[in-house]
């Protein structure tokens, strides 16, 4: 008899509007995977069993079913606070810390009508492209658990990935939805600027960070993604959402389920961190992306290469962005001292925050023209095709204990070599979609990503789903899986 976890999010989603699986089953089922794989891989930092079945029952017997996403166990990544539940933000200063109120995501995902789970794991504050920290054991790749999966959404792909969860919601402020989902061989989407509105970007530092969903299909993705965006006139206003009043809510799904369309795409394997960084691009990595090259234009699409303006001060007001950010974090009254590094608070972390509180306002204000004018430069470069193809990630998922946890500035060269092709995509505000195509010799997962236009969500569903009928990934599980 198959397992719901086996089934997609969709068709548990059928089953139980159909009432032939309760949501009080359902989330038990999960549950009971959770407590018998989260101990080896180490998707979740917290699990609020008692308070899932608590909230699946009331949903089974309150919440209307004509919900988006009624019924459906998801888990809030641990940045987002939730009222009640413990929420570290991936650091021990926060080890303790018990919100009163919840953030406008988890709110969202609630007035979908689904069931949280608990707090997936992430990076201190999220700052990082894997997902280890002295607040609890690192997540594990369920491809291999000697290998991290990326970050900084990594609990929550791990969770996608080893079934744990039918999909979840994470953030994306450099990649940190597509490096994990690529990692761990899922469908990871960062929605254009402005489309989510609980988790826009237009009110951040530098616009980048975004919320988007990770599943294991693109129907799952789109599914999730409408969820995220929410009903007008819901728990969050929507005058940041990125559509016009005339386009109907729960538009992206039936993209995914049509995946209609033949269109012009771009190949690139430039980035901008090129002029400060060796990038060297793993040799299998070329080799899939050669292999979806030509998988494209066998489905009739046009194919051309295309490369980026130069831009050498891309790396410098990135970084002085990245830092201003993390010099925001205010740590409060329950931060602790903890001497073996030097404080409350992780060397890379403390290194950002120092450097960040150093810059002067004039400083700040050159780097945020200068990734503006990046933006203006790689829309107009772009804009003579539908979506650019480029790898996701430049190697392999790495070891667990690869990224120097005492050296900062080494620590955040490493991220720049693993994932050089993500972060310029948040600078300019587009959506981007990673893409399970491939393996590795050794039976790694290899994603691409697909970039689109200002608002071009569903023209990359729609090539990710006809990627996806043909290659079949939604069939393939890790070890871990069983």
Known sequence: ??????????????????????????????????????????????????????????????????????????????????????????????????????????????????????????????????????????ARNPWNTDLGPGGSSGGAAVAVSAGLLPFAPGSDGGGSIRIPAAACGLVGLKPSRGRVPALSGIDALGGLSVAGPIARSVADAAFLLDGMIGRRGSAVDDHFALRAPSEDDGDF??????????????????????????????????????????????????????????????????????????????????????????????????????????????????????????????????????????PTLALLPRPIGWYDAVDAQRNFAQQVQYSPFTSFVNVAGLPAITLPIGTSAGGLPIGMQLIGRPGGEGVLLSIGRQLERRLRWEDRHPLAWN
């Open 253 to 390: 799904l039936g993209y995914a389920i049509r995946g209609e369309g033949r269109f012009q795409i771009g190949v690139c394997v430039d980035s901008p961190w090129s002029s400060s960084h060796e990038i060297v691009v793993d040799p299998e990595i070329m080799s899939v992306l050669a292999d979806t090259v030509e998988a494209l234009s066998a489905l009739g699409h046009g194919i051309e290469e295309v490369g980026l303006e130069p831009a050498p001060a891309y790396v410098g007001a990135f970084s002085a962005v990245w830092q201003a950010a993390a010099a925001q974090i205010r740590l409060g009254p329950g931060g602790r001292a903890h001497p073996d590094v030097g404080g409350d608070i992780e060397p890379l972390t403390r290194w950002l925050r120092d450097r960040g509180r150093g810059l002067s306002a004039v400083q700040l204000a050159d780097a945020l023209a200068e990734l503006s004018r990046f933006e203006r430069g790689v829309i107009a470069g772009f804009s003579g095709f539908d979506a650019v193809l480029t």
């Open 1 to 138: 008899m198959t397992s719901p976890h086996e089934l997609s999010a969709l068709d548990q989603y059928r089953l139980v509007q159909r009432r032939e699986l309760g949501v009080v089953e359902l989330t038990r089922h999960y549950l009971d995977r959770i407590e018998a794989r989260n101990g080896e891989l180490g998707a979740f930092f917290t699990v609020t069993a008692e308070r899932a079945l608590k909230r699946a029952r009331h949903v089974e017997e309150c919440v209307p079913r004509s919900t988006r996403l009624w019924g459906l166990p998801f888990a809030d990544k641990d940045l987002w606070r939730r009222e009640g539940v413990r929420t570290t933000f991936g650091s021990r200063a926060f080890a303790d810390f018990i919100p009163e109120s919840t953030d406008e995501l988890p709110r969202v995902l609630d007035e979908a009508g689904a069931v949280s789970l608990g707090k997936t794991a992430t990076p201190e504050f999220g700052m990082t492209s894997h997902t280890e920290t002295v607040v609890a054991p690192p």
